[in-house]
Protein backbone atom coordinates (compact mmCIF):
# COMPACT_ATOMS: atom_id res chain seq x y z
CA UNK A 1 0.00 0.00 0.00
CA UNK A 2 2.52 2.64 0.54
CA UNK A 3 4.89 1.22 -2.17
CA UNK A 4 1.35 2.48 -4.70
CA UNK A 5 0.71 5.31 -2.60
CA UNK A 6 4.45 6.10 -3.33
CA UNK A 7 4.51 5.43 -6.83
CA UNK A 8 1.06 7.79 -6.83
CA UNK A 9 3.01 11.10 -5.96
CA UNK A 10 5.64 10.51 -8.37
CA UNK A 11 3.24 9.87 -10.72
CA UNK A 12 1.71 13.48 -10.26
CA UNK A 13 4.87 14.96 -9.42
CA UNK A 14 6.01 14.22 -12.78
CA UNK A 15 2.78 15.48 -14.16
CA UNK A 16 3.29 18.30 -12.70
CA UNK A 17 6.76 19.38 -13.59
CA UNK A 18 5.38 18.17 -17.23
CA UNK A 19 2.54 20.96 -17.22
CA UNK A 20 4.93 23.78 -15.75
CA UNK A 21 7.45 22.86 -18.21
CA UNK A 22 4.31 22.87 -21.09
CA UNK A 23 3.60 26.08 -19.23
CA UNK A 24 6.81 27.44 -19.30
CA UNK A 25 7.68 26.64 -22.87
CA UNK A 26 4.26 28.15 -24.04
CA UNK A 27 5.25 31.87 -21.99
CA UNK A 28 8.67 31.89 -23.74
CA UNK A 29 6.48 31.24 -27.07
CA UNK A 30 4.23 34.09 -26.51
CA UNK A 31 6.90 37.15 -27.49
CA UNK A 32 7.72 35.33 -30.74
CA UNK A 33 4.12 34.84 -32.17
CA UNK A 34 3.92 38.23 -31.01
CA UNK A 35 6.52 39.33 -33.67
CA UNK A 36 4.94 37.24 -36.25
CA UNK A 37 1.66 38.54 -35.86
CA UNK A 38 3.54 41.93 -35.91
CA UNK A 39 5.22 40.91 -39.01
CA UNK A 40 1.86 39.71 -40.45
CA UNK A 41 -0.28 42.74 -39.68
CA UNK A 42 2.04 45.03 -41.60
CA UNK A 43 2.01 42.66 -44.71
CA UNK A 44 -1.55 42.71 -44.94
CA UNK A 45 -1.64 46.61 -44.40
CA UNK A 46 1.02 46.95 -46.80
CA UNK A 47 -0.55 44.86 -49.64
CA UNK A 48 -3.65 46.52 -49.05
CA UNK A 49 -2.21 50.18 -49.10
CA UNK A 50 -0.24 49.22 -52.23
CA UNK A 51 -3.36 48.07 -54.30
CA UNK A 52 -5.42 51.07 -52.96
CA UNK A 53 -3.04 53.64 -54.29
CA UNK A 54 -2.74 50.99 -57.66
CA UNK A 55 -6.72 51.73 -57.44
CA UNK A 56 -6.35 55.28 -57.52
CA UNK A 57 -3.26 55.50 -60.12
CA UNK A 58 -5.70 53.57 -62.56
CA UNK A 59 -8.73 55.88 -61.94
CA UNK A 60 -7.14 58.86 -62.63
CA UNK A 61 -5.07 57.87 -65.80
CA UNK A 62 -7.96 55.62 -67.21
CA UNK A 63 -11.38 57.45 -65.30
CA UNK A 64 -13.45 55.97 -68.33
CA UNK A 65 -12.40 52.18 -67.79
CA UNK A 66 -15.17 51.97 -65.14
CA UNK A 67 -17.79 53.34 -66.72
CA UNK A 68 -18.52 49.69 -68.86
CA UNK A 69 -19.34 48.00 -65.44
CA UNK A 70 -20.41 50.77 -63.11
CA UNK A 71 -22.29 53.77 -65.09
CA UNK A 72 -24.45 51.65 -67.61
CA UNK A 73 -28.01 53.38 -67.62
CA UNK A 74 -30.48 50.83 -65.87
CA UNK A 75 -33.01 50.63 -67.96
CA UNK A 76 -32.30 51.27 -71.45
CA UNK A 77 -29.82 48.56 -72.00
CA UNK A 78 -31.42 45.56 -70.25
CA UNK A 79 -32.47 43.85 -73.26
CA UNK A 80 -28.55 43.51 -73.85
CA UNK A 81 -25.99 41.25 -72.45
CA UNK A 82 -23.83 43.02 -70.05
CA UNK A 83 -20.53 41.71 -71.83
CA UNK A 84 -21.52 42.92 -75.31
CA UNK A 85 -22.07 46.74 -74.31
CA UNK A 86 -18.91 49.16 -75.15
CA UNK A 87 -19.70 52.53 -73.56
CA UNK A 88 -16.45 53.89 -75.17
CA UNK A 89 -15.53 54.73 -79.01
CA UNK A 90 -12.48 56.47 -80.30
CA UNK A 91 -11.12 59.01 -83.32
CA UNK A 92 -8.75 55.84 -84.84
CA UNK A 93 -9.34 55.41 -88.27
CA UNK A 94 -10.32 51.32 -89.17
CA UNK A 95 -9.54 49.61 -92.46
CA UNK A 96 -12.54 47.74 -94.88
CA UNK A 97 -10.74 44.67 -94.87
CA UNK A 98 -7.09 43.04 -93.51
CA UNK A 99 -5.27 40.06 -93.93
CA UNK A 100 -6.53 37.24 -91.79
CA UNK A 101 -3.20 37.04 -89.69
CA UNK A 102 -4.00 40.37 -88.82
CA UNK A 103 -7.42 40.96 -88.18
CA UNK A 104 -6.73 39.62 -84.22
CA UNK A 105 -4.88 43.34 -83.88
CA UNK A 106 -7.67 45.09 -85.30
CA UNK A 107 -8.35 46.78 -81.94
CA UNK A 108 -4.81 47.73 -81.17
CA UNK A 109 -4.22 51.16 -81.11
CA UNK A 110 -0.75 52.82 -81.31
CA UNK A 111 -1.73 56.44 -80.84
CA UNK A 112 -1.70 57.60 -77.42
CA UNK A 113 -2.39 61.12 -77.86
CA UNK A 114 -4.14 63.52 -80.10
CA UNK A 115 -3.90 66.99 -82.12
CA UNK A 116 -7.04 68.59 -83.12
CA UNK A 117 -7.05 71.84 -84.68
CA UNK A 118 -9.22 74.14 -86.83
CA UNK A 119 -7.99 74.60 -90.36
CA UNK A 120 -8.56 76.90 -93.28
CA UNK A 121 -7.23 76.46 -96.73
CA UNK A 122 -5.40 79.44 -96.63
CA UNK A 123 -3.24 78.49 -94.02
CA UNK A 124 -2.79 75.18 -95.97
CA UNK A 125 1.24 75.18 -95.69
CA UNK A 126 1.33 76.24 -92.05
CA UNK A 127 -0.84 73.46 -91.03
CA UNK A 128 1.01 70.84 -93.02
CA UNK A 129 4.42 71.84 -91.20
CA UNK A 130 2.61 71.00 -87.60
CA UNK A 131 0.89 67.91 -88.79
CA UNK A 132 4.06 66.37 -89.94
CA UNK A 133 6.00 66.45 -86.81
CA UNK A 134 2.65 65.61 -84.91
CA UNK A 135 2.48 62.56 -86.72
CA UNK A 136 5.85 61.83 -86.96
CA UNK A 137 5.11 61.36 -82.96
CA UNK A 138 2.21 58.71 -83.64
CA UNK A 139 -0.42 60.92 -82.65
CA UNK A 140 -3.90 61.00 -84.10
CA UNK A 141 -5.16 63.86 -85.97
CA UNK A 142 -8.43 65.60 -86.23
CA UNK A 143 -8.94 68.96 -88.80
CA UNK A 144 -12.35 70.95 -88.03
CA UNK A 145 -12.67 72.90 -91.64
CA UNK A 146 -14.05 75.96 -90.74
CA UNK A 147 -14.37 77.18 -94.41
CA UNK A 148 -15.50 73.53 -95.91
CA UNK A 149 -13.07 73.16 -98.02
CA UNK A 150 -12.41 69.42 -97.11
CA UNK A 151 -11.19 68.59 -101.12
CA UNK A 152 -7.95 70.49 -101.36
CA UNK A 153 -6.44 68.54 -98.71
CA UNK A 154 -6.26 65.16 -100.17
CA UNK A 155 -3.05 65.60 -102.33
CA UNK A 156 -0.96 65.98 -99.17
CA UNK A 157 0.65 62.75 -98.44
CA UNK A 158 -1.03 62.69 -94.82
CA UNK A 159 -4.16 64.09 -95.99
CA UNK A 160 -6.32 60.39 -95.61
CA UNK A 161 -4.60 59.74 -92.84
CA UNK A 162 -6.52 62.54 -90.62
CA UNK A 163 -10.09 62.75 -89.60
CA UNK A 164 -12.25 65.45 -91.67
CA UNK A 165 -14.63 67.53 -90.02
CA UNK A 166 -16.48 70.08 -91.99
CA UNK A 167 -18.54 73.12 -90.67
CA UNK A 168 -19.27 76.59 -92.34
CA UNK A 169 -17.74 79.62 -89.95
CA UNK A 170 -17.77 77.35 -86.87
CA UNK A 171 -14.99 77.77 -83.85
CA UNK A 172 -12.23 75.52 -82.38
CA UNK A 173 -14.44 75.25 -79.12
CA UNK A 174 -17.68 74.44 -81.27
CA UNK A 175 -16.01 71.40 -82.89
CA UNK A 176 -14.78 70.50 -79.55
CA UNK A 177 -17.26 70.43 -77.62
CA UNK A 178 -19.38 68.23 -80.31
CA UNK A 179 -16.72 66.00 -81.64
CA UNK A 180 -14.57 65.56 -78.56
CA UNK A 181 -16.80 64.27 -76.12
CA UNK A 182 -14.41 62.81 -73.57
CA UNK A 183 -16.24 59.57 -74.19
CA UNK A 184 -14.80 59.63 -77.63
CA UNK A 185 -11.65 60.58 -76.67
CA UNK A 186 -10.82 58.46 -73.37
CA UNK A 187 -8.00 56.71 -75.38
CA UNK A 188 -5.74 59.46 -75.59
CA UNK A 189 -3.16 60.29 -72.82
CA UNK A 190 -2.76 64.12 -73.63
CA UNK A 191 -5.29 66.14 -75.69
CA UNK A 192 -3.80 68.85 -78.17
CA UNK A 193 -6.34 71.14 -78.64
CA UNK A 194 -4.05 73.76 -81.25
CA UNK A 195 -4.78 77.32 -83.45
CA UNK A 196 -4.00 76.89 -86.72
CA UNK A 197 -1.51 79.89 -86.84
CA UNK A 198 1.56 78.45 -84.78
CA UNK A 199 5.09 77.83 -86.02
CA UNK A 200 6.85 74.58 -85.02
CA UNK A 201 10.15 75.10 -86.08
CA UNK A 202 11.44 74.98 -82.06
CA UNK A 203 9.09 72.36 -81.26
CA UNK A 204 8.97 68.68 -80.39
CA UNK A 205 6.19 66.54 -79.07
CA UNK A 206 7.78 64.38 -77.90
CA UNK A 207 10.07 66.20 -75.79
CA UNK A 208 7.20 68.58 -74.58
CA UNK A 209 5.42 65.02 -73.16
CA UNK A 210 8.54 64.29 -71.87
CA UNK A 211 8.21 67.54 -69.37
CA UNK A 212 4.72 67.67 -68.83
CA UNK A 213 4.82 64.17 -68.11
CA UNK A 214 7.68 64.42 -65.84
CA UNK A 215 6.57 67.41 -63.96
CA UNK A 216 3.26 66.42 -63.71
CA UNK A 217 1.48 69.11 -65.80
CA UNK A 218 -1.78 68.39 -66.31
CA UNK A 219 -2.57 71.12 -67.93
CA UNK A 220 -0.02 73.07 -70.06
CA UNK A 221 0.97 75.10 -73.27
CA UNK A 222 4.63 75.52 -74.67
CA UNK A 223 5.86 78.78 -74.16
CA UNK A 224 5.72 81.87 -76.67
CA UNK A 225 8.68 82.92 -78.68
CA UNK A 226 9.08 86.72 -77.70
CA UNK A 227 9.12 87.72 -81.40
CA UNK A 228 5.30 86.27 -81.66
CA UNK A 229 2.95 88.54 -83.77
CA UNK A 230 0.50 88.63 -81.06
CA UNK A 231 0.91 87.75 -76.98
CA UNK A 232 -1.41 88.59 -74.38
CA UNK A 233 -0.14 87.51 -70.96
CA UNK A 234 3.58 87.98 -70.34
CA UNK A 235 3.10 84.35 -68.34
CA UNK A 236 3.05 82.53 -71.81
CA UNK A 237 5.93 84.30 -72.88
CA UNK A 238 9.37 81.93 -73.36
CA UNK A 239 11.95 82.11 -70.62
CA UNK A 240 15.20 81.40 -72.17
CA UNK A 241 17.33 80.27 -68.99
CA UNK A 242 14.12 77.63 -67.54
CA UNK A 243 12.63 74.41 -68.78
CA UNK A 244 9.51 75.36 -67.68
CA UNK A 245 7.60 77.47 -65.41
CA UNK A 246 4.48 77.87 -63.43
CA UNK A 247 4.14 81.50 -62.51
CA UNK A 248 5.41 84.95 -63.61
CA UNK A 249 6.68 88.27 -61.61
CA UNK A 250 5.15 91.75 -63.46
CA UNK A 251 5.55 94.46 -61.29
CA UNK A 252 4.16 96.91 -64.01
CA UNK A 253 1.03 97.71 -65.69
CA UNK A 254 -2.74 96.90 -64.81
CA UNK A 255 -1.70 93.26 -63.73
CA UNK A 256 0.90 93.02 -61.09
CA UNK A 257 2.19 89.35 -60.55
CA UNK A 258 4.35 88.32 -57.15
CA UNK A 259 4.73 85.56 -54.54
CA UNK A 260 1.40 86.43 -53.21
CA UNK A 261 -0.33 86.22 -56.69
CA UNK A 262 -2.61 83.17 -56.45
CA UNK A 263 -4.47 82.44 -59.93
CA UNK A 264 -4.58 83.57 -63.78
CA UNK A 265 -2.88 85.30 -65.28
CA UNK A 266 0.16 85.39 -62.84
CA UNK A 267 0.00 81.03 -62.10
CA UNK A 268 -2.45 78.54 -62.86
CA UNK A 269 -2.90 79.52 -66.19
CA UNK A 270 -2.50 78.89 -70.26
CA UNK A 271 -4.23 80.84 -72.72
CA UNK A 272 -6.49 79.46 -75.38
CA UNK A 273 -4.54 79.25 -78.61
CA UNK A 274 -2.63 75.93 -77.45
CA UNK A 275 -3.65 74.18 -74.52
CA UNK A 276 -2.59 71.01 -73.65
CA UNK A 277 -4.88 68.75 -70.99
CA UNK A 278 -4.60 65.21 -69.68
CA UNK A 279 -7.73 62.73 -70.10
CA UNK A 280 -8.72 63.61 -66.62
CA UNK A 281 -8.01 67.74 -67.43
CA UNK A 282 -10.12 67.40 -70.63
CA UNK A 283 -12.99 65.41 -68.84
CA UNK A 284 -13.59 68.62 -66.92
CA UNK A 285 -12.79 71.06 -69.07
CA UNK A 286 -15.55 69.36 -71.85
CA UNK A 287 -17.92 69.62 -69.03
CA UNK A 288 -16.65 73.36 -68.66
CA UNK A 289 -17.18 74.53 -72.34
CA UNK A 290 -20.55 76.56 -72.88
CA UNK A 291 -22.56 74.81 -75.65
CA UNK A 292 -23.45 78.18 -77.07
CA UNK A 293 -20.99 80.34 -76.10
CA UNK A 294 -18.67 79.60 -78.89
CA UNK A 295 -15.75 81.78 -78.62
CA UNK A 296 -14.40 80.30 -75.80
CA UNK A 297 -13.87 83.69 -74.06
CA UNK A 298 -13.17 83.06 -70.11
CA UNK A 299 -12.59 79.52 -70.38
CA UNK A 300 -8.96 80.10 -69.82
CA UNK A 301 -9.34 82.16 -67.07
CA UNK A 302 -11.14 79.03 -64.84
CA UNK A 303 -9.53 76.18 -66.82
CA UNK A 304 -6.98 75.71 -63.88
CA UNK A 305 -10.15 74.52 -61.82
CA UNK A 306 -9.74 71.47 -64.26
CA UNK A 307 -6.65 70.58 -63.35
CA UNK A 308 -7.05 67.95 -60.24
CA UNK A 309 -5.05 69.75 -57.53
CA UNK A 310 -3.54 72.51 -57.22
CA UNK A 311 -3.73 75.10 -60.11
CA UNK A 312 -0.25 76.47 -59.44
CA UNK A 313 1.36 73.37 -59.16
CA UNK A 314 -0.79 71.17 -62.12
CA UNK A 315 -0.68 74.06 -64.61
CA UNK A 316 2.69 75.07 -66.57
CA UNK A 317 3.97 76.79 -68.98
CA UNK A 318 7.09 74.91 -71.13
CA UNK A 319 9.98 76.97 -72.51
CA UNK A 320 12.30 74.37 -73.65
CA UNK A 321 9.61 73.50 -76.32
CA UNK A 322 8.03 76.65 -77.95
CA UNK A 323 6.31 78.03 -80.66
CA UNK A 324 5.33 81.05 -82.67
CA UNK A 325 2.04 82.64 -82.54
CA UNK A 326 1.99 84.24 -86.11
CA UNK A 327 -1.60 86.36 -84.88
CA UNK A 328 -3.29 85.49 -88.10
CA UNK A 329 -6.88 86.48 -88.21
CA UNK A 330 -8.95 83.35 -89.91
CA UNK A 331 -12.34 83.53 -89.14
CA UNK A 332 -14.36 86.30 -90.68
CA UNK A 333 -10.49 87.39 -91.71
CA UNK A 334 -8.04 87.07 -94.60
CA UNK A 335 -5.89 84.56 -93.30
CA UNK A 336 -3.05 87.74 -93.33
CA UNK A 337 -1.75 88.29 -89.83
CA UNK A 338 -2.19 92.73 -90.86
CA UNK A 339 -5.30 92.97 -92.86
CA UNK A 340 -8.78 94.14 -91.77
CA UNK A 341 -11.55 92.23 -93.81
CA UNK A 342 -14.52 94.69 -94.90
CA UNK A 343 -17.70 94.39 -96.56
CA UNK A 344 -18.98 97.15 -98.32
CA UNK A 345 -23.05 97.08 -98.66
CA UNK A 346 -24.94 99.45 -101.39
CA UNK A 347 -25.89 102.81 -99.64
CA UNK A 348 -23.81 101.91 -96.34
CA UNK A 349 -20.28 102.58 -95.03
CA UNK A 350 -17.96 98.99 -94.88
CA UNK A 351 -19.46 96.20 -92.74
CA UNK A 352 -16.10 95.21 -90.54
CA UNK A 353 -16.53 91.46 -89.91
CA UNK A 354 -13.60 91.14 -87.16
CA UNK A 355 -14.89 93.74 -85.24
CA UNK A 356 -18.54 92.01 -85.17
CA UNK A 357 -17.06 89.27 -83.79
CA UNK A 358 -14.96 90.84 -81.52
CA UNK A 359 -18.62 92.52 -79.90
CA UNK A 360 -19.75 88.88 -80.17
CA UNK A 361 -16.57 87.33 -78.15
CA UNK A 362 -17.07 90.25 -75.88
CA UNK A 363 -20.60 89.88 -74.91
CA UNK A 364 -20.05 85.54 -75.01
CA UNK A 365 -16.92 86.60 -71.65
CA UNK A 366 -19.97 88.73 -69.76
CA UNK A 367 -22.45 86.07 -70.08
CA UNK A 368 -20.14 83.19 -69.18
CA UNK A 369 -19.03 85.45 -66.08
CA UNK A 370 -22.40 85.25 -65.02
CA UNK A 371 -23.34 81.86 -65.36
CA UNK A 372 -20.28 81.28 -63.44
CA UNK A 373 -21.26 83.11 -60.71
CA UNK A 374 -25.11 82.45 -60.63
CA UNK A 375 -23.35 78.51 -60.34
CA UNK A 376 -21.14 79.04 -57.28
CA UNK A 377 -23.99 81.22 -55.65
CA UNK A 378 -26.67 77.91 -56.49
CA UNK A 379 -24.83 75.54 -55.43
CA UNK A 380 -24.84 75.00 -51.76
CA UNK A 381 -22.57 72.18 -51.84
CA UNK A 382 -19.49 73.35 -54.26
CA UNK A 383 -16.37 74.82 -51.97
CA UNK A 384 -13.85 77.01 -54.25
CA UNK A 385 -10.83 74.35 -53.57
CA UNK A 386 -8.28 77.56 -54.40
CA UNK A 387 -9.48 79.04 -51.28
CA UNK A 388 -8.12 75.98 -48.94
CA UNK A 389 -4.64 76.20 -50.89
CA UNK A 390 -4.32 79.77 -50.56
CA UNK A 391 -4.74 78.96 -46.59
CA UNK A 392 -2.50 76.47 -46.53
CA UNK A 393 -0.25 78.53 -48.39
CA UNK A 394 -0.20 81.62 -46.27
CA UNK A 395 0.02 79.42 -42.73
CA UNK A 396 3.01 77.42 -44.30
CA UNK A 397 4.63 81.62 -45.04
CA UNK A 398 3.85 82.52 -41.73
CA UNK A 399 5.57 79.27 -39.83
CA UNK A 400 8.77 80.55 -41.97
Not at 150 to 157: E, I, K, R, T, Y
Not at 273 to 294: E, F, G, K, T
Not at 373 to 382: G, H, K, L
Amino acid sequence: MKTFKSWNALVKKRNALSEGGNCGLKMKQLPFMGVICTVMLFIVYRTTNYQYHETEMETKLHPFETVKDYQLPSGNLKSLPRGIMQARSDLELRPLWSRSSLRSKVNVTTNKNLLAMPVGIKQKENVDDVVQKFLAANFSIILFHYDGNVDGWWDLDWGDKAIHIAAHNQTKWWFAKRFLHPDIVSIYDYIFLWDEDLGVEHFDPRGYLEIVKSEGLEISQPALDPNSTEIHHRITIRSRMKKFHRRVYELRGKTKCSNASEGPPCTGFVEGMAPVLSRSAWYCAWHLIQNDLIHGWGVDMKLGYCAQGDRSKKVGVVDSEYIVHKGIQSLGGSGHPTTRTAIKRQGASGFDLRAEIRRQSTWELKVFKERWNQAVEEDENWVDPFLRYQRRRKQKRQHT
